[in-house]
Structures are given as structure tokens and as C-alpha cells.
């Protein structure tokens, strides 16, 4: 380096000690300077015995030699092929096996130098370990002394570049850069929570001297990132609620009974408390932002137009944001419907819309002869200009984030006032991802189902069932009652991309999936096997919007008795005279999406059932199914799912809502994400946007972490 200082941006290839291959290799891990190499942290460690002479060895104990390859050979006859080698350390033999594993000839051979980790057993005369642990050591190791008993990191790493290899880049730089860290939490406010500095965290990760060093510093790197995010959460709260302002809207008696008139059905106790708790918000010169729950059927949509009618009663606009064409279209015909002989203007904007009609359509919401705008990401695009937004609904929120919320809120024709936002979801949410997800919103539940809505009957069947559940469908059918089937792809290799993201995956090991099943073939099966002379339609989102329209209208009209279909109709679509939802391959879904697919039968006056079918190759593929099977309250079974998938796995990867955290885990962290946001509250009502100069350091890397992803160029 030519005499230069190290600091923590100092290149990885400029690092003393490290050759040009090795900074080749951690450069390709994503480790390009000191500073993310010290943060490229194991993702476990495991605990390594101290070495023994093969002289001390005794049986049937675990131990660790080291020594040299002298004789190696294959013997492939017989049922077990195996490889067997002999390693001396000088003070004995130690016959080594290894069955099933002929590649491991590829890399061991005499003259190699091998630590091997297994248990001893006597073997005749001698000493035989089976299908040990074992990786090559270099001469210079092989004759320094023998080690002792450690917690060894094992670092994320490629086939070119094993953690042993990274481990050894690890030694000779990270002491460098732990001298160099900074701690951005008070000495006196760690000492009350019992964290160990940050420096000395990153040491025990890198180089711990027992499991408890382990646990300590984990805990106080999964702190870091959660309260960062919840510092972050609550200053964007703070911010929305003591800097901005939205128009206060008229309501009172008059208007709510006006518009209550509007409704299709008297609103249920739940649904009545969540409309006060909005129009009270709405009622403020402070912007609502306001998270609705509601599990499938519950009435969500009727809410959001009660809270949009505020609105338009106060001479403003209100806009509703789903996050596809087809569920977009679906809301504005159903609100279309709803104010059949109103005054209030509705339109829509997708994405599909032909040229010449946006243009009209944003012309008319510019001047404000729009007073209802329904719409996807369409909504986000800069020519997009309301006259007077004061309300903005987003449903399905988990589909968006806060910087879509964001990006709503600048639609505002006056800079000095934002628009209220509402955000909904049917996919009910556990309360640990709620706080984390959505920690800056208030949190309104509707719970219950409509009157007339019924539980669903729902069972798991095996492809070879597939006669009998159609068996049981057909004279459904012949009753005029209609049904739904769902497969995973629109044609085979072409995989619908909203359940790719929400699959879950499968655990090692696991038995080969057969192709996905799709509508076409499915579609084709049907009308030659299981249900012919029955008038089958198929619906996806490859369809223009016209086909869908015409498909959707057929089908609500009773002249489709059988809609087969991908996730597009998982949420929004009502149709009383579908009774039965056949879900194929459904050990690709999620739960919570099982869910909102059985949400869409069960809204008449008939008994209406759910058909999972499917081969799972896991036990945990078949308790998810189950879990549907015998749980028909959609939080609970969000509860489940986020105990057998995770987070990330329960929204998938191209969730916006979710943090990317390196070390904290939401279910294992849950009394560690309350404390951070007890903690975080707190500072922030003492310091709203971190300003004193002693918190500039907490910031800088709270922005870093998390400022993008809450939205926070706008605060502080």
C-alpha cells in the first residue's frame, strides 16, 4: 500500500497480506473494501474438537487428527462403493472410509495433508473413522502445532472459494478493521441493555471464544438493524404527523347517512368501528395513514369507498390503487355499480388503457371533472395530476411500500398539504411483520365475516383423487351451480410470476416436482375427461383486458360453468354462483394465498367447498395443506405461515415492504424487534429527526440501512 493508512474503504486488493487471487474471490462475494469485509458475516458457526494423536485416540469417541495421506485406493465392488485412505501424524494410523463418496478421490491422494473430524471405531487391529469431516491443509499447517478446541466461523461461499479460504482472509484483515469502528449507540445506553460495544460484536463474530460470544454478539447486531429500522419507522411517523398537513373533511350525521345509503348492505359492528376510526382521521388537518385488516370477504372495499365518498362530499377527489389490471378493473366496476345513479364520477386507469382515453382521463382529473380515480402503478406516473387528492387507498399494500405511499402523497396539487392514505390487505398480516412492515401506520381490524357469508368446507385430496373430487363437482354443476380451478402456470414453462414469488420452497432433499400443471391443459382435460358438455372458460393475465371483461361477465352471468384460472383471481373477483374452488397443484401456494383463492366461493346462499389438491414430497409441504384444511381464520393461519415459511418466504422476493436484514430473524428475534421499537419510540420523541451532533454517526447509518427503503429523503 505504499505506506497509505488503511481505513475501512481501503480496497480489498490493497489490504496487507491479501494476493491478488484471494481479492479476486472475495470481490466476486460482494466484499469489494475492509469495511464489508468485516461486515461479511458467518452464517453459522459450529463448535470444532481439539486435535488428538492418533496414539491417544480411543473408540467409539469423537475426535480431530491431522496428518498425511500415505496410501489411498477405490474398491467399487460389492453394494457400497467406498473410498479408503490411510493418514499418519506421526504417532499412529488412522484407517479412513468413506462410502458412497467416490469423489473424494478427485482431491485425496498420498503426500496430501487432511484434518479429519469423525468417530473412532476399532476396526480389527486398528482405529477406522467412517465418512469423516475433512479438508486438505496446507504444508505450512501441517506442521504447526496441534489446535486446540474452538467455535470456527463457516462463512456464505463458492465452490472455487471454500470459509476456510475466506477464514484465512478473515485473520489477517479484520483486526485491521475492528480498530476502526465507531459505535453509534451510547456507552451508558448499552450498559442499561447489556450490548458489548460494536467493534467487539463484529470480533466475537469473526474470532468467538466460546457459543456465549456468539449469542451476545448476534443479539446485538440483529438489535442494530431492527432498531434502525424502528428509529427510522417512527421518524417518518413523527414527521407525517407534526409537518404535514391534509384537508380536514366535512362529516358529520348528514353525510354519513347519505352515504351510507350508497352502501350495498348495512354495515356489521366491525365494519361500522373501522369507518368511525377512519372518518375520525379523516375529519384532521393531519394525513391518515392507516393500515386495514380484513380477512377475505370482510368488506374491505365497502370501507374504502365510504372513506373516498368523505372526499367527494368535501368537494375533493379520492383515488384507489390495486396492484393489477384485474383487480383494478374489478374495483371500479363493483364501485361503478354501487353509485348507479349518483353524481360521482368514476374512471379508470391501467396500464391497458388505450392511448386516446388517458389522455382524456388525465385531462379530466386535472380539472377536477373526476372525482373518483381507479388505477394500478399507472396512478405513480408523473403526468398523472389530480385537481384535489385528498384521499389515496392502496389495496394490497404488501404488494407495494412506503415509497409507492410516498410517491401518492406527492399527487397533492397543493405542496403544503398531502393526501390521506389508506392501505388495505386481505392477506392478514402476524403482528410481528406489521410492526415491521408497516410500523409508521395505525392498524384498524375488521373482523368477522358479512352477514351470509359461510365457512368453506375444505380437504386435501392426492392427484389420484382427481376423479373423485370431480365425481363430487359434477352434479354441483348439473344444479347450476359453477365452479373455479386454479392452476399454477397460464401454459406449460410459463410460470404465472405472482405464484412463483409466494411458492414456497422445498426443503432439501425433498422428492423432484412434477411440471406445473396450466390452464390450458387443464382447461382441455376437463372437456374431454372429467367434465364433458360443460361450458368451460379460462382466465388469465396474458388476456387483453377486453377478453378478461368478457370472460369475467360470462362467467358472474352463469353462462361459464367452470372458470379455469390463475392467481388473477385470487383476490377481488365475487360471483354468488361459484360454490366450489379447485386448486391445483396446491402445494405451490402459500397459505395465505390458499386463502384468498377459497375466499372466492362461499358468498351465496349455498354451501360451497375447497378441493387442495395435491402430491407433496415434505412433511412441511403436507402440514401447510392441513393447516388450510383445519384453519378457516385467515390471521391464524397467517400466524402459521410465517412459523413455517419465514417473512421473506410468506411475500416473496420482490416484497418492497420487507427490510433486507443480515442478521435479525422476525420470529427469533420477537422480543428483541418489541424492544427496539419501545427503545426507538422514545428517542425519537426526545429527538425527532436526530439532530444532535452526537446522534450524526446513528444516522448516517440509519439512512444508509433503511433510507431508501422508508422513504426518508424527505425528513430531517
Not at 23 to 28: D, K, L, N, Q
Not at 240 to 257: F, S, Y
Not at 527 to 555: C, D, N, Q
Not at 647 to 655: D, I, K, V
Amino acid at each position: 500500500m505504499s505506506g497509505e493508512a488503511v481505513t475501512l474503504v481501503t480496497p480489498i486488493e490493497a489490504l496487507p497480506g491479501v494476493t491478488e487471487r484471494q481479492a479476486g474471490f472475495m470481490r466476486s462475494l460482494g466484499v469489494t473494501n475492509l469495511g464489508r469485509l468485516v461486515a461479511y458475516l458467518p452464517m453459522r458457526h459450529e463448535r470444532v474438537e481439539g486435535e488428538t494423536p492418533v496414539r491417544e485416540m480411543k473408540a467409539d469417541t469423537l475426535a480431530t487428527a491431522r496428518g498425511e495421506i500415505t496410501a489411498t485406493r477405490p474398491v467399487r465392488r460389492g453394494r457400497s462403493p467406498r473410498f479408503e485412505a490411510v493418514l499418519h501424524d506421526g504417532t499412529g494410523r488412522l484407517d479412513l472410509v468413506w462410502f458412497n463418496q467416490m469423489f473424494v478421490g478427485d482431491r485425496v491422494a498420498p503426500g496430501v495433508f487432511l484434518r479429519v473430524e469423525g468417530k473412532v471405531r476399532r476396526r480389527g487391529p486398528g482405529l477406522q473413522m467412517a465418512n469423516p469431516r475433512w479438508h486438505v491443509v496446507d504444508a505450512a499447517q501441517a506442521r504447526a502445532p496441534a489446535e486446540d478446541a474452538r467455535v470456527r466461523p463457516v462463512y456464505p461461499a463458492t465452490a472455487d472459494f471454500s470459509s476456510r479460504q475466506i477464514e484465512r482472509v478473515m485473520a489477517k484483515c479484520v483486526p485491521l478493521g475492528l480498530a476502526l469502528i465507531d459505535d453509534h449507540l451510547p456507552e451508558a445506553f448499552r450498559r442499561e441493555k447489556a450490548m458489548p460495544e460494536l467493534r467487539e460484536a463484529y470480533r466475537m463474530q469473526h474470532a468467538p471464544a466460546d457459543e456465549h460470544e456468539v449469542k451476545e454478539s448476534r443479539r446485538r447486531l440483529a438489535y442494530d438493524e431492527l432498531l434502525m429500522l424502528q428509529l427510522g419507522v417512527h421518524m417518518k411517523r413523527a414527521h407525517l404527523r407534526t409537518r404535514l398537513k391534509a384537508p380536514a373533511l366535512r362529516w358529520g350525521e348528514a353525510i354519513d347517512a347519505h352515504i351510507r345509503q350508497r352502501l350495498p348492505f348495512t354495515l356489521t359492528p366491525s365494519q361500522d368501528k373501522v369507518v368511525k376510526e377512519i372518518a375520525a382521521d379523516l375529519a384532521r388537518p393531519t394525513p391518515a395513514n392507516r393500515l386495514i385488516q380484513g380477512d377475505v370477504g370482510s368488506g374491505k372495499t365497502v370501507v374504502a369507498l365510504y372513506a373516498m365518498l368523505m372526499a367527494v362530499a368535501s368537494g375533493c377527489q379520492g383515488s384507489i390503487m390495486a396492484p393489477t389490471e384485474i383487480l383494478a378493473e374489478q374495483h371500479h366496476a363493483s364501485i361503478t355499480r354501487m353509485l348507479a345513479g349518483s353524481r360521482v364520477r368514476v374512471e379508470l386507469l391501467t396500464g391497458g388503457v388505450a392511448r386516446d382515453q388517458r389522455e382524456s382521463v388525465l385531462a379530466r382529473l386535472a380539472s377536477g371533472e373526476i372525482d373518483i380515480l381507479v388505477g394500478t402503478h399507472a396512478l405513480l406516473t408523473e403526468d398523472v395530476r389530480f385537481s384535489n387528492l385528498a384521499v389515496a387507498i392502496i389495496d394490497e399494500q404488501h404488494r407495494f411500500g412506503v415509497v409507492q405511499r410516498a410517491s401518492l402523497r406527492a399527487k397533492a396539487s397543493d405542496a403544503s398539504t398531502t393526501p390521506h392514505v389508506l392501505v388495505m390487505t386481505a392477506t392478514p398480516i402476524p403482528r410481528t411483520l406489521a410492526i415491521t412492515l408497516f410500523g409508521d401506520l395505525d392498524v384498524s381490524v375488521i373482523g368477522g365475516l358479512p352477514p351470509g357469508r359461510r365457512p368453506v368446507m375444505t380437504r386435501v385430496m392426492s392427484s389420484g383423487e382427481r376423479d373423485v373430487v370431480y365425481a363430487e363437482v359434477l352434479p354441483l354443476l348439473e344444479e347450476g351451480q359453477q365452479a373455479y380451478v386454479v392452476a399454477p402456470a397460464i401454459d406449460t414453462g410459463a410460470p404465472e410470476p405472482m405464484l412463483i414469488q409466494e411458492a414456497p420452497r422445498e426443503p432439501a432433499g425433498g422428492a423432484p416436482r412434477p411440471p406445473l400443471r396450466d390452464c390450458r391443459t387443464v382447461a382441455a382435460e376437463l372437456a374431454a375427461t372429467y367434465l364433458p358438455g360443460k361450458r368451460i372458460g379460462v382466465m388469465h393475465g396474458a388476456l387483453s383486458r377486453a377478453a378478461r371483461e368478457t370472460v369475467m361477465e360470462r362467467f358472474r352471468r352463469g353462462e361459464i360453468d367452470v372458470l379455469v384460472a390463475t392467481t388473477v383471481i385470487e383476490v377481488g373477483v365475487d360471483v354468488p354462483g361459484a360454490t366450489v374452488m379447485i386448486i391445483e397443484q396446491a402445494d405451490r401456494f402459500g397459505l395465505s394465498q390458499l386463502h384468498q383463492l377459497r375466499g372466492r366461493v362461499g358468498r351465496g346462499d349455498k354451501p360451497s367447498r375447497c378441493y387442495l389438491i395435491a402430491d407433496p414430497t415434505t412433511d412441511d409441504a403436507m402440514a401447510r395443506l392441513h393447516a388450510v384444511e383445519a384453519t378457516p381464520d385467515g390471521f391464524a393461519l397467517a400466524e402459521k405461515d410465517l412459523e413455517l415459511r419465514g417473512p421473506g418466504e410468506m411475500f416473496g422476493a420482490r416484497q418492497s415492504g420487507l427490510p433486507p436484514f443480515k442478521v435479525a430473524d422476525l420470529m427469533r428475534d420477537r422480543e428483541l424487534l418489541a424492544m427496539a421499537r419501545r427503545d426507538a419510540a422514545a428517542w425519537i420523541e426526545r429527538s425527532p429527526v436526530l439532530a444532535n451532533p452526537e446522534e450524526a454517526l446513528l444516522k448516517r447509518r440509519m439512512l444508509k440501512a433503511y433510507g431508501e427503503h422508508l422513504g426518508l429523503a424527505d425528513v430531517g
